[in-house]
């Protein structure tokens, strides 16, 4: 693995070298990957694996024709030969007119945020081992656990260097710590199981193992005895770690590269109303120790937190340069980037705030509804929000939750869902999108 530096300067090079060889413009970026883990079932070692790659990725514009290329050997006759190739390439492309950096008066200048996403502690297979132990051993000791699949602990470290030829240079690194467990509940086909898991940037602000083992254990054994429920119309409850699932399709219908394609079922909404007035959506890429916190975007730009939601309106697009240029907009410093292709779209840190009601006045006045913890299959139309997927949870009679519930269906679509969501005040940040407590009532229940 390269230091920073090291990968800066190799990338910088790669540029210099692109822009000499007959390119108008380009940016190189790399990324490194190192990783270890250890898994554990039945209280003996299962797996210990450790892993590490890394790649650079050249993009070469020639007036308004580009080509991109990458490689994960970084000796310099090999970036020699990709210099080559790649402006070859570009100059037979087709011309695109939204190609191109991003603006150059737009680029990261100031010095970047401490975003505190960098961890010094580096823990010995030894100590993985020994927190996976812990953590399935508290899950299994759960009464009514019967088998496990498991536990695990994690490390890991990802470097990102990025170097245009108009002037930006940037590198970060963050690191990843792990725990979880998955156990079995029950015998034969009654059998149920059930998970917990947790992830952080700095091992301080990682959960006990106890507490993880004991989450799993305490979920496998609260859905025994599942029971089906009849079809018919009612409110749905949505638990945070299945809730966060309705802002991640919310967050790919604002995405630039759906709306320039006109496959979103927002298209058009743009400053108008799509969730109930009081709900925020926040996108906190500056949030310290964030899971997905970084400085600058995929193309140079500075990263600011921003209402995508603000008070139920849609103010704006996650654009990146091309799909600003298409729309007529300005880049909003959404763009991603991997080792080889043009730049994507997402999101970083996610959150929905505004809820007032705690969870059980949300469900106070539900005389029959359904409390979902699992979410199946991937029924979603992103262009229409046709919404259909296969859920399973628990039964909430008369205001509080009774026994679990499974082989069910929830369907809606989601702009509607969208104008009647109700939102608890429980959020915690947890995972990459954090909601709280989400209820949504009219949904579609397709069971006996």
């Not at 390269?2 to 300067?9: G, I, K, Q």
């Not at 898994?39 to 514009?61: A, K, M, P, Q």
């Not at 792990?178 to 917990?196: L, P, T």
């Not at 496998?220 to 409110?235: D, E, H, K, Q």
């Amino acid at each position: 693995m390269l230091s920073l530096n090291e990968a800066l300067d190799r990338a910088q090079a790669l540029v210099a070298a692109a822009r000499k060889g007959g390119a108008d413009a380009a940016d190189a970026v790399y990324g490194c990957d190192a990783s270890s883990g250890v898994t554990v079932r039945l209280g003996e070692l299962e797996d210990v694996e450790n892993s590490e790659s890394e790649h650079i990725g050249l993009r070469v514009f020639v007036g308004q024709r580009s080509a991109t290329v990458s490689s994960s050997d970084l000796s310099p006759r090999t970036l020699e030969t990709l210099v080559e190739r790649v402006v070859a390439m570009a100059k037979e492309a087709p011309e695109d007119a939204y190609a191109g950096l991003a603006p150059e008066d737009r680029l990261l200048r100031k010095k970047f945020p401490s975003l505190e996403i960098e961890d010094s502690a580096a823990p010995e297979p030894a100590v993985l081992r020994a927190r996976a132990l812990e953590a399935e051993e508290v899950a299994r000791g759960v009464f009514g656990v019967t088998n496990s699949e498991g536990g695990g602990a994690g490390y890991g470290r990802a470097q990102m260097a990025l170097a245009t030829s108009h002037g930006f240079a940037g590198a970060y690194a963050g690191t990843h710590h792990s725990i979880w467990a998955s156990v079995v509940a029950g015998e034969g086909a009654a059998m149920q199981r059930d998970y917990a898991n947790h992830s952080a940037r700095r091992l301080r602000d990682l959960e006990a193992p106890e507490s993880v083992g004991q989450r799993a254990g305490s979920r496998a054994v609260a859905r025994l005895n599942p029971s089906r429920v009849a079809s018919g119309t009612m409110p749905v409850i949505f638990d945070p770690r299945v809730g966060n699932s309705l802002i991640g399709h919310l967050l790919g219908a604002i995405a630039g590269p759906s709306v320039t394609r006109k496959a979103s079922f927002l298209l058009d909404r743009r400053g108008e109303l799509v969730l109930p007035e009081g709900l925020h959506v926040v996108d906190d890429p500056l949030r310290l120790r964030g899971l997905r916190s970084r400085p600058f975007d995929g193309e140079g730009l500075p990263t600011t937190t921003r209402r995508l939601i603000d008070n139920g309106v849609l103010t704006d697009w996650m654009l990146d340069s091309a799909s600003a240029r298409q729309l007529g907009l300005a880049p909003t410093g959404h763009a991603a980037r991997g080792g080889g292709g043009a730049p994507s779209v997402t999101a970083s840190n996610v959150h929905l705030e505004g809820g007032r009601k705690s969870p059980r006045e949300l469900m106070a006045d539900v005389t029959r509804g359904l409390y979902v913890t699992e979410l199946i299959g991937q029924g979603v139309n992103p262009v229409t929000g046709d919404y259909s997927r296969g859920a399973s949870g628990f039964l909430i009679e008369n205001g509080s939750v009774s026994h679990a519930v499974a082989e069910i269906t929830i369907a809606g679509n989601l702009k509607d869902m969208f104008a009647r969501l109700i939102a608890a005040n429980d959020l915690e940040f947890r995972y990459a999108i954090n909601v709280p407590t989400l209820r949504i009532d009219g949904m579609t229940i397709a069971g006996e």
